[in-house]
Every structure is written in C-alpha cells, then in structure tokens.
C-alpha cells in the first residue's frame, strides 16, 4: 500500500535525520524532494504545493528542542501535515436514521457491488439488520452479484428482476425494510463507464425519494487523480458524504487517498484493501499517515487480531502451552488463526519498519510454507494430529503422499513441532517452579 511514496519519503527522512540544525536551505532541499515523491504519487500539483508551503512555515518558523534532532522536528511536522490532509480523523457513518439508508454511488469497475457486501458485514457485526438493495436494473450480473454476497454472508437482498423502474424497487425495499425489521438499507445503485446526465438524473431522483443519511462515492484508489474529478462531479450533483477507496491494497502511490479531503471536502470514510468480505477498514488518517511514512500501524494490527481470536480459545490453548500439552490441532488452529489476520504482507506492513522488511524478506515463499504445512497436518487422522509419536514409516509415507510432498518435508515438520513442544513444557516447568517459590525478587508481575 503506497509502497512507491512511501519509500521515497522515508529515504527523505534518512537525510532529515542528518541535519545538525534547521535552516531555510536544508529545509527547502528536503521538501523539494517530498514535492517530488507527492507529485509522483499522482496528488493534485495545487494540493502538493500548499502542503509544501504549510510545512515549510511550520518548519522554518519553529524553534528547535534541545532533546529532540532537529530533523525528527521537521518529521513531525510533515507526519501532522499528512493526517491534515487526509482528514485530521475518523469520520464515522451516520446512523442516527430509523432505518439508515446508505446510497452507494460510482462509475463501474470501481467495486461499488463488493463494498456494499462489506458494509452490510461491517453493519451486521456491529449487531445492526442490514439489508442489501439490488438498484442497478441495468447490468443483470450486478444483481446476482449481489444475490450472491447476501447469501455468503447471511444477508436478505431485496430484488425485483425484470423491473427498471429504480424508485419503485427503492419504495418497495422501504416497505420490505419495516415489514422485516431491517434497520440499514444499504442501495447499491448502477454505474457507468462515465459520468453522463441519464446517470446523474436517476441518482438524483432516487437521492430525493428515500432521503438517505449517507451517499458513499465508490472510487478505485489506482486512478489517481481521475478518482478525484470523478469524485468532483459526483459531489456537485449528489453532495456526497464521504468516499470508499477501494484496491488501497494494489496502490502504489496513493494520489486518490491523498487529494480526495482537500480537493472534495469531504472525509474517506472506509477502504478496501482486498478481495475477503473482511478486507474492509474504517479509514483513519492518523494510522494511514504512520504506514505511509513507515511506522506501521499496530493499533489496526491490534483490532484485527481481536477481531480474529475468540479470548475463551485464547486463553485455552495458552492453558495448553502452558502444561506442555500442545499438539499438531492446536498447530492447524494457530495456522489458519493467522491466515484470519490477512496475508503476511499485509501483516508486515503494519509493523513500524515493516515496509523495509518487506523490500528484503521474501513473504511469498513463509505463505507458501504456511500452505505446505497445513496440507500435512490435514492429510493426518485426528488421532495422529493428537498423538505424533505413532506416525511410524508406512503413516509417514501416507501422509506425504496425501499432501503432495516429499517424506523429507514431513519429517522436517515433525521435528520441527517436537523442538516447539520441548521449549513449552520447560518454559511451563520454569513457570510452575516459580510459583512455588512464590516468584523472584524484583521482577516485574512476580511478588
């Protein structure tokens, strides 16, 4: 995500780390740069410039802390500049409706279909009724699309084959809505190759029949600066709510994600970054700012992984480790608990550092192990996943064959799981001596 500007930023920042004081001349070379890696990015040139002159005048006016590098001071400013610009915070859904009616709104191929799916999910968790609403009487495929994801998801859609009326459907799906006890209603309306008045017109019809809380504009992150005159149009007909970006995850330079606040006005409000139902985030600003320039972001990382792990199983099979009695189940569970979480890039990239990692580190080859590991504990019974030690030559031999690798493999595996099973029963040993001896003096946590 934004791996092109966020690599050039940090190597700026390589050089800001340097400076033994702020000056205008060392503070304009430094921000010629950033211009530079903006520009490249696709941010609008009139949005590049004012943040170059804004942090500039912070830079050059700001009078430097002994206990902190001057560079790191001009770091700072140039991090709060960035969450600015990206819309300083989370802007959350209004859904103060009874129901809630979301219009979403945007051009083909910008993943308007797949995203409603995902907020209907989104909603859903958060313990609200959604309800899907096929609005697009244009494109077949878009409605068993959408016919598709509510039932993946568990969803009801409302809609009406063969009738090309748009507010008819939307004042049926309203009565459909109350009769159900559905409280969201999320419309999933028809696109266009371009922006043309036909479009525009029904969307605004449709926008002054149901009266709607939110219109979600729908881009794809990859146009650049194009999602942003796309959204310039939408919002001058419609007056839009917020955004969704979506591919955040295929976007090298974030042009969109960056324009879209200070050209607009209004907030990105969520974004997609893959193709699972769960790869769908609230956007934040100030997280999106500290991947961009390199810090990671944990705080994301932490909600995902709550996200994932049930705390009753969390507590179980650290219970497990604990008494040494871990086995290769309680392996297969970790293993797909962390395919939960999302790709190891993606993982990675969240960590501070970790988009310098990912420029060395070969992930594709750990998913691939992951994969190969996964296919051999399942070509295993029950009762050989629980009990490794009866996996004599012949078991062995099965196994491998079954999961289309070499003997070799297996057993690298298994030796492997047995080291990992020996450190837990010392470390639960050395725990369990410890509390007998009523913990050691002056650790932390231990009386």
């Known amino acids: 995500m934004f791996d092109t500007l966020s690599g050039k930023l940090q190597n700026v920042f390589k050089n800001l780390r340097g400076l033994g004081k702020i000056s205008e001349a060392n503070v304009a070379d ?3 740069d950033v211009r530079m890696a903006l520009l490249e990015a696709d941010v609008n040139f009139k949005v590049a410039r004012d943040f170059i002159e804004r942090v500039k005048t912070k830079a050059v006016g700001t009078e430097t802390i002994q206990s902190v590098h001057p560079g790191q001071q001009i770091i700072k400013i140039i991090n709060d500049e960035l969450v600015e610009l990206l819309g300083s915070e989370n802007s959350a859904l209004n859904v103060d409706g009874s129901p809630t009616i979301i219009m979403m709104v945007g051009l083909h191929g910008a993943g308007k279909t797949t995203s409603s799916g995902k907020l209907a999910r989104l909603m859903a968790k958060q313990g609200r009724q959604p309800l899907l609403v096929a609005c697009d009487v244009y494109r077949p495929a878009a409605m068993d699309q959408l016919a598709t994801l509510g039932e993946q998801l568990q969803i009801p859609v409302f809609l009406k084959r063969g009738e090309t009326d748009v507010l008819r459907i939307a004042r049926e799906a309203l009565e459909f809505a109350e009769a159900n006890h559905r409280n969201v209603i999320i419309l999933d309306t028809a696109g266009r190759l371009q922006i043309d008045e036909p479009l525009v017109q029904e969307l605004v019809r449709l926008r002054d029949l149901v009266k709607p809380q939110e219109i979600l504009l729908v881009l794809d992150s990859a146009t650049g ?14 007056n839009i709510t917020g955004a969704i970006l979506t591919k955040l995850d295929g976007d090298a330079r974030g042009g969109a994600a960056l324009s879209m606040k200070a050209v607009i006005g209004k907030p990105i409000k969520f974004m997609g970054v893959g193709e699972k139902q769960e790869d769908f985030e609230p956007f934040h ?16 990382l932490v909600e995902r992984a709550a996200e994932a792990v049930n705390e009753d199983d969390a507590r179980r099979m650290e219970e497990k480790m604990r008494k040494g009695q871990f086995t290769l189940e309680d392996f297969l569970e970790q293993l797909r608990g962390m395919k939960k979480l999302g790709s190891l890039e993606s993982i990675v990239g969240m960590l501070p550092g970790g988009s310098e990692m990912l420029k060395t580190a070969d992930l594709s080859k750990s998913e691939k192990e992951f994969k190969r590991m996964e296919g051999m504990i399942c070509a295993m019974t029950p009762k050989e996943r629980q009990h490794p030690q009866i996996l004599n030559a012949r078991r062995r031999q099965r196994i491998a064959k079954g999961s289309g690798v070499q003997v070799s493999d297996l057993n690298n595996l298994l030796n492997r799981f047995g080291q990992m099973q020996q450190m837990m029963k010392k470390m639960g040993k050395f725990q369990k001596m410890l509390g007998k001896m009523g913990g050691m003096p002056g650790m932390p946590g231990m009386r």
């Open 225 to 238: 600066q194009e999602a942003v005159n796309v959204a310039t149009h939408f919002d001058k007909a419609l």
């Open 30 to 32: 430094a921000l010629k």
């Open 285 to 300: 600003p100030e997280r999106m700012a500290s991947r961009i320039l390199g810090m990671g972001d944990v705080v994301s």
